[in-house]
């Protein structure tokens, strides 16, 4: 038996989308399905299908009208996964809205859902904090020298005394804000350089561990049983979805993570090093077939204008 998620309508087997509606029909009953997740971020719900699936739990989605990805877990299985979510995702994701949640099950049973911030290497911190010391240094010790000569008259601003005695305490004090400020992101940078050398050595070794250890042609396979096996219709994003959960179990599974907004990093880190250089040279073949195509053409219409 199949049924709409939007109008609850029971259907055969044999019709797969819901002619009111116009949405792809989920199977099983409805009474035995809940909503345990809803976000309009599909990498969001999709890494959790994705997961979910591969753990064997009895889970689906679909798409509203609105863009909207849902994700049904079965009703004997809802605590349990709610509970993994919050504990897997809680860290990683923004908090639902409560306008966006399900209607199905009470907010409070809701798995805790963050968004995962960008991350940003120490190593680039780090060069912004060295950068920082060393232009608020160079201001303030050149506005020190420009007060000493200033005051033995190698040029004169023609200033009242009264008006330099306000002069050099401003200046002086601006001057001398800029040299501490300097100092104090100086200390700051040493102090974050071993942190970001050990993040450096720590990013090479998994990309390195990543490059020698993943098969990509042994996860092709897993991700074509997969969809063999669960009748799911693809396309070339849910591949991407599938690598990206191969790689970043690998990295679980051999390094101790804890920051998701890292392990994230990493994960995109590894997954352009392995594929986005083959889609990079398959686009460059494309552009010089393209290319050896026009070309031809061009050659075969001189010709046929000399006959």
Partial sequence: MAWCPICKKDFEDEITVCDSCNIELLQGSKDDYSEVL???????????????????YDVQYYIDSENTYHLLINNNQYNEVASLLAEKYGDELMSADEDELSPMTAPSEKASIQQIKPYVKPMDKLADLTSSATSLLAVGFLGVIFLICEYLNVFDLHLSDSVHIIFYIVMGVL??????????????????????????????????????????????????????????????????????????????EKFDIDDPSFLEYLTDECYSKIYETDEDLEEAELEVADFEEAEQKSTDSEDESAE
């Fill in 38 to 56: 809803a976000d309009t971020d599909e990498r969001i719900v999709l890494t959790a299908f994705n997961e979910l699936i591969e753990d064997e």
């Fill in 175 to 252: 001057f001398t804000v800029f040299i501490v400020s300097g100092f104090m992101s100086l200390s700051s940078a040493n102090k974050l350089r071993p942190v970001a050398l050990e993040n450096d050595k720590l990013i090479h070794d998994v990309i390195d561990y990543i490059m020698t250890r993943y098969n990509r042609d042994f996860a092709e396979e897993s991700i074509n049983k997969l969809i063999e096996d669960n009748n799911i219709e693809t396309d070339d994003l849910f591949f991407y979805y599938q690598r990206f959960v191969l790689i970043k179990h690998m990295i679980t």
